[in-house]
Nanobody
Framework: QVQLVESGGGLVQAGGSLRLSCAASRRTFSSYAMGWFRQAPGKEREFVAANSQSGDSTYYADSVRGRFTISRDNAKNTVYLQLNSLKPEDTAVFYC?????????????????WGQGTQVTVSS
């Protein structure tokens, strides 16, 4: 069992930045690819970004590519998501996820472990 705890969400104005963190409970953190998803009110959960086990490979949704950056520190069992140039349409609950790299990118139902989520609200 892997427990994931997100932090760093909050309220920010459009154009602003936030940094989300997700701390994992297990020392086997480096054996998992990590990802971020988000879910806006009334919408389905959608893929945002993924990072391979080593951190060498990353993949982003088109809607966030160039604005968001995923990274990880295996020594700290932590994955990060830097959110820049935020837009009101980025408002959502952001979830951390652990699993296989291609599986995470393919669909939310392939994720092995989820965090509890952290709210990001972008005001116009």
């Amino acid at each position: 069992q892997v427990q994931l705890v997100e932090s760093g969400g909050g309220l920010v104005q459009a154009g602003g930045s936030l940094r989300l963190s997700c701390a994992a409970s297990r020392r086997t953190f480096s054996s998992y690819a990590m990802g971020w998803f988000r879910q806006a009110p009334g919408k389905e959960r959608e893929f945002v970004a993924a990072n391979s086990q080593s951190g060498d490979s990353t993949y982003y949704a088109d809607s966030v590519r160039g604005r968001f950056t995923i990274s990880r520190d295996n020594a700290k069992n932590t994955v990060y998501l830097q959110l820049n140039s935020l837009k009101p349409e980025d408002t959502a609950v952001f979830y951390c996820a652990a699993g296989g790299y291609t599986a995470i990118i393919a669909a939310p139902e392939n994720v092995d472990y989820w965090g509890q989520g952290t709210q990001v609200t972008v005001s116009s």
